[in-house]
Nanobody, 117 residues
């Protein structure tokens, strides 16, 4: 089992920045990849960014050049630095952990990000 605790969401003006954090606990030795997804009202959940245990990253086209994912393996924490935020980035952001050994995805409770003037 893996437990995830997210923080860092909030309200920000267009062009602003936020940093999301997600700390993992539990069976953390088995984590293969960590990442972030988001879900806006009336829309499907979509990938934002992922990072593997060896540091390989992946980004949605819509956030490339604006968002940066990083990972502190010592703290079992993944971060998402979001710059140049746009109203269309408004969504609930969910932390994800993938364990390849069991092919299982764990999800955080989600943190709201609202970009509005």
């Amino acid at each position: 089992q893996v437990q995830l605790v997210e923080s860092g969401g909030g309200l920000v003006q267009p062009g602003g920045s936020l940093r999301l954090s997600c700390a993992a606990s539990g069976s953390i030795f088995s984590i293969t990849a960590m990442g972030w997804y988001r879900q806006a009202p009336g829309k499907q959940r979509e990938l934002v960014s992922t990072i593997t245990s060896n540091g390989r990253t992946n980004y949605a086209d819509s956030v490339k050049g604006r968002f940066t994912i990083s990972r502190d393996n010592a703290k079992n924490t993944v971060y998402l630095q979001m710059n140049s935020l746009e109203p269309q980035d408004t969504a609930v952001y969910l932390c994800n952990v993938y364990v390849a050994a069991t092919a299982y995805n764990y999800w955080g409770q989600g943190t709201q990000v609202t970009v509005s003037s």
